[in-house]
């Protein structure tokens, strides 16, 4: 199964070890949570990200039109992928899924679905590809 259809010939490698956590905060426990399914079990949520992101203090670039923004963030699991308006996405393990949870600010949201009904009604199918939306 596809979770999120892959738009690049490079394969994508498996997510890396937790990083270290802040004293006093349980690895098992962070593991857990990490793990667990958002909303059921194959759940897969998108939030979309309009301004520039920074990681690490690097902007994020897109590899194929060079877009610095207007992001769609998609999180399965503890993966989070990058997804620009050109279609093109990679896996970024800098961001995890308490991050992911960070930047959703609404409780209401539209369910699609298959992930690809919801890249097409988003507009990130690379229908609007070079384009920033306001």
Known sequence: MTLVP???DRTTEPAPALPVLPTGTDP???LHYE???ADGPG???CVSHPHELALGGIPVMCSA???RRD???INHGRNVWIRCRCSNQWLEPEISRADFD???ASPYGTT???VDQGLIALGFDGAFAGAYLE
């Open 6 to 8: 892959r738009t690049t």
């Open 35 to 37: 793990t667990q399914p």
């Open 43 to 45: 759940a897969t949520r």
């Open 28 to 30: 098992l426990l962070q």
């Open 112 to 114: 699609y679905p298959t």
């Open 71 to 73: 992001w769609l963030l």
């Open 65 to 67: 039109c060079r877009a």
């Open 102 to 104: 960070a930047l959703i």
